[in-house]
C-alpha cells in the first residue's frame, strides 16, 4: 500500500472550525488531488481511523493514560488530562476523524457515484457491486460517528460534511445520532449481498469480502446497542439480539484487522512513534501490571518487558517515571509491520457476556462468553493452551453472577491493553475496574475523564453552536458524562 496522501477532502477550517470567510473560492480545496479514485480514498479512510485508534501519540491518543496502561518518562501534562495547553488533544483527535475519515469517506461515496460500468458486466450485477461499496463505506461511517459521540458527546452530524453550503455546523443531539447509526446499520445490512463483490482493491481489513462485512456491521449494531443499556433498556436489548441474531464476530479468524506494510511512512503506530522515533517516553503503568502480576497472567510477556533481574514493574501515571527501572512496551507489539486491530471477537464475546447477565437472549451464558472472551484474548497473543486453562481456574477469574460488572470489566481492561478507546467505553459503562486519577489532576475534578472537552477552535470560531452544544450535555467539562453512562 503506497500513500498517496495526504487527501483532505474536506477542508478542516469549514468542518472542524466552521470559519467564515468571503472569499467564494474559500472552500474550495486548491491541494486537492483531482480524478483520486473510490479505492485509494476507501483505504485512506480505514488508514487514518485505524491510526487514530492505534496511536500512542501524546497529541492524538490519551486513552492508554485514562485506563492506567501506559505512564510517561518525561511528559507529565498528558498523563494529568491537560490537554487543553500545546498539544491540544481533543483538536487533534476532532480533526483527524472529521476530516482525515470522513472527510476521505464522503468524497469516496461521491466518487463512487460516478464510475461508470465496465461494458461486458451485466447491468445487475453492477448495481449490486456498487451497493455493496456503499454500504461498507457508511459502515466505516458509522463506526466514527460512534467513535465521535463517545469521546465528546453531541457533535455535527446531520450538517457535517457539507462544506460547500453548511460552514458553522450544528451540533446534534448524542442519543438521535446513536438510534440514527443504528438505523444506517440496519440499511447497510439490508444492502450487503454476499452474493456479488465488492472492492476488489482498497479494503485494507476484508479484502471486499462481503460476508466479513456483514459480520462486523452486526458486531457495531451489538457494540452500539449495548452501550444503551442503561439509558434506554428496551432499545438496547432489541438491538442486540437483532445484531446477534444476524451472526457476529465470535472467532478470532473474523476480526477487523488493518494490515500495515511496515514501510515508512505506513508504519504500524506503536512502531512509528516509539522505534521509528527513538523515543524513550513510554513504561508500562502500575495499575494494569499489578493487576496482571496479582493474577499470574500469562499474556504479561505479550504486553511488557521484563526489567533487570526478572519480572514486571510499572510507573504511576502522571509522575515522572525512570525508563530503566520499569517494564515497557513489549517487543511484539513494536513490529513495523503489525496489524493494527478495529475490532475482534475477545471484544464482542465481552459484550454478549454483558448482554447475557442483563437477561438478553443472546445464545448462551454470560460465564460461557465471558470464559469465551477471555480465551479469545489470550489466544490472539498466542498464549499456550495449558496456560489458558490454568488461568480460568484461577478462582478470582472465575465468573460470578453476583458481581458480573467486576468480572467482566476487570477481564475486558486487561485484555484491551492496547486498545485503550474500546477499553474507556467498557470502564464507563461498568464502572469497573475502579481507577484513580493520578495526582495533581484538576482538569477532571481529581477523576479519570468521562469524555474529552470539545476543540478550542470550535469555541472560538463555531461558538454559538459550541455554547448550545456545551450547554445541552451539562457542560464542556472532562467530568461530564455522555448521555449513555448514568451511572
Aim: with cysteine.
Amino acid at each position: 500500500m503506497k500513500k498517496i496522501f495526504s487527501i483532505l477532502t474536506i477542508s478542516s477550517l469549514t468542518i472542524l472550525t466552521g470559519c467564515v470567510n468571503g472569499d467564494e473560492d474559500f472552500n474550495n480545496n486548491q491541494s486537492q488531488p483531482y480524478e483520486v479514485p473510490t479505492e485509494p480514498l476507501f483505504t485512506n479512510a480505514q488508514k487514518e481511523l485505524m491510526d487514530q485508534m492505534e496511536t500512542p501519540s501524546v497529541n492524538l491518543n490519551v486513552f492508554r493514560f485514562f485506563q492506567h496502561y501506559l505512564a510517561t518518562t518525561i511528559y507529565r501534562n498528558d498523563a494529568r488530562f491537560n490537554f487543553t495547553g500545546t498539544r491540544k488533544v481533543p483538536d487533534n483527535m476532532w480533526l483527524a476523524l472529521y476530516t482525515d475519515v470522513l472527510g476521505n469517506l464522503d468524497e469516496a461515496k461521491k466518487v463512487l457515484a460516478t464510475e461508470v460500468k465496465p461494458p461486458l458486466m451485466p447491468q445487475a450485477t453492477w448495481e449490486k457491486q456498487q451497493a455493496n461499496k456503499l454500504a461498507i463505506i457508511n459502515l466505516m461511517e458509522v463506526y466514527t460517528y460512534q467513535v465521535l459521540v463517545d469521546s465528546f458527546g453531541n457533535v455535527p452530524y446531520s450538517e457535517a460534511a457539507k462544506p460547500e453550503t453548511i460552514v458553522l455546523p450544528k451540533y446534534d443531539d448524542a442519543k438521535t445520532i446513536y438510534e440514527n447509526l443504528i438505523t444506517r446499520i440496519n440499511s447497510a445490512l439490508s444492502t450487503l449481498d454476499s452474493g456479488y463483490a465488492s472492492f476488489e482493491s482498497g479494503d485494507n481489513i476484508y479484502n471486499g469480502n462481503v460476508g466479513d462485512w456483514i459480520v462486523f456491521a452486526n458486531s457495531l449494531k451489538l457494540k452500539i446497542g449495548i452501550n444503551l443499556a442503561d439509558v434506554n433498556p428496551i432499545l438496547a436489548k432489541q438491538t442486540v439480539e437483532a445484531a446477534y441474531a444476524g451472526g457476529v464476530m465470535l472467532t478470532n479468524p473474523k476480526n477487523s484487522l488493518f494490515k500495515y506494510d511496515g514501510t515508512s511512512p505506513n508504519f504500524n503506530r506503536l512502531y512509528a512513534e516509539v522505534i521509528a522515533s527513538n523515543r524513550n517516553d513510554f513504561v508500562a503503568e502500575e495499575g494494569i501490571v499489578d493487576a496482571m502480576n496479582g493474577l499470574n497472567d500469562p499474556r504479561r510477556p505479550f504486553y511488557f518487558t521484563e526489567v533487570s533481574g526478572g519480572g514486571y514493574v510499572g510507573g504511576t501515571v502522571g509522575l515522572t517515571n525512570g525508563y530503566g527501572s520499569n517494564s515497557h512496551i513489549a517487543n511484539n507489539l513494536l513490529v513495523a509491520n503489525k496489524t493494527g486491530v478495529l475490532f475482534d471477537a475477545a471484544e464482542v464475546n465481552f459484550y454478549l457476556a454483558e448482554a447475557a447477565a442483563r437477561g438478553y437472549t443472546v445464545g448462551s451464558s454470560a460465564a460461557q462468553y465471558y470464559q469465551t472472551a477471555i480465551e479469545r484474548s489470550m489466544q490472539q497473543w498466542g498464549v499456550p493452551a495449558a496456560d489458558i486453562t490454568t488461568y480460568l481456574a484461577n478462582p478470582d477469574v472465575v465468573f460470578s453472577t453476583a458481581n458480573w460488572k467486576l468480572k467482566i470489566g476487570q477481564q475486558a481492561w486487561i485484555a484491551m491493553y492496547n486498545r485503550g478507546f474500546e477499553s474507556w467505553n467498557f470502564y464507563r459503562r461498568l464502572d469497573y475496574p475502579v481507577l484513580t486519577a493520578p495526582n495533581a489532576t484538576p482538569a477532571a475534578g481529581g477523576k479519570v475523564p468521562t469524555r474529552l472537552t470539545y476543540p478550542i477552535n470550535e469555541q472560538t470560531v463555531n461558538g454559538a453552536n459550541w455554547t448550545s452544544a456545551s450547554s445541552a450535555i451539562g457542560g464542556d467539562k472532562l467530568n461530564t458524562k455522555v448521555f449513555w453512562d448514568i451511572n
